[in-house]
T-cell receptor, first 114, second 114 residues
């Protein structure tokens, strides 16, 4: 069964600095996708970035990048130049190719300080 | 804009009184999901529809049912809500059942049980 672990319940970062949110996963499926979602206090889950298990390069989307280390089974999210609006819950998720379900980690609450 | 819409945003029901949450999508996606998210926890998959094919999670209580009368709409029925069913309910869609497909989420319905 797939498992996603986020070990940081809460993180603080100063505005304009970079922050890394950790995510490790476990799966026996060689083909899978890794996702990061942002959930502000309003509740909606906002897709940020995707990394496929066979992708050779780390994914980037604007200020978001994914530090993908396949051998270590980690997919950390890096947010550069943090903004006050980045304060939210961040969820790491995984979806196996042979399994329809997307499973989420416990989340990390990020607070950006002015 | 194409989107996933959940109504109502807030729902209050009484203990044991049946309640229905609704979700609609304009994305024409094949797959629709229902997640339950309790405060400060990860979303938990309840079930999903692939087209008309219903897929229930093994640990989803029988108290929870779902209907998908057509591609656009999906309903979550809670037959006898208990206090423990108070949560945010998130509807999501994806085009296909594939590890590379991201989920598109609605804004959620916050259910309170009195």
């Amino acid at each position: 069964a797939q498992k996603i672990t986020q070990t940081q319940p809460g993180m603080f970062v100063q505005e304009k600095e970079a922050v890394t949110l950790d995510c490790t996963y476990d799966t026996s499926d060689p083909s899978y996708g890794l996702f990061w979602y942002k959930q502000p206090s309003s509740g909606e889950m906002i897709f940020l970035i995707y990394q496929g298990s066979y992708d050779q390069q780390n994914a980037t989307e604007g200020r978001y990048s994914l530090n993908f280390q396949k051998a270590r089974k980690s997919a950390n999210l890096v947010i550069s130049a943090s903004q006050l609006g980045d304060s939210a819950m961040y969820f790491c998720a995984m979806r196996e190719m042979n399994n329809n379900d997307m499973r989420f980690g416990a989340g990390t609450r990020l607070t950006v300080k002015p | 804009d194409a989107m996933v819409i959940q109504n109502p945003r807030y729902q209050v029901t009484q203990f044991g009184k049946p309640v229905t949450l609704s979700c609609s999508q304009t994305l024409n996606h094949n797959v629709m999901y229902w997640y339950q998210q309790k405060s400060s926890q990860a979303p938990k998959l309840l079930f999903h529809y692939y087209d008309k094919d219903f897929n229930n999670e093994a640990d989803t209580p029988d108290n929870f049912q779902s209907r998908r009368p057509n591609t656009s709409f999906c309903f979550l029925d809670i037959r006898s809500p208990g206090l423990g069913d108070a949560a945010m309910y998130l509807c999501a869609t994806s085009a296909y059942r594939s590890g590379g497909e991201k989920l598109f989420f609605g804004s959620g319905t916050q259910l309170s049980v009195l």
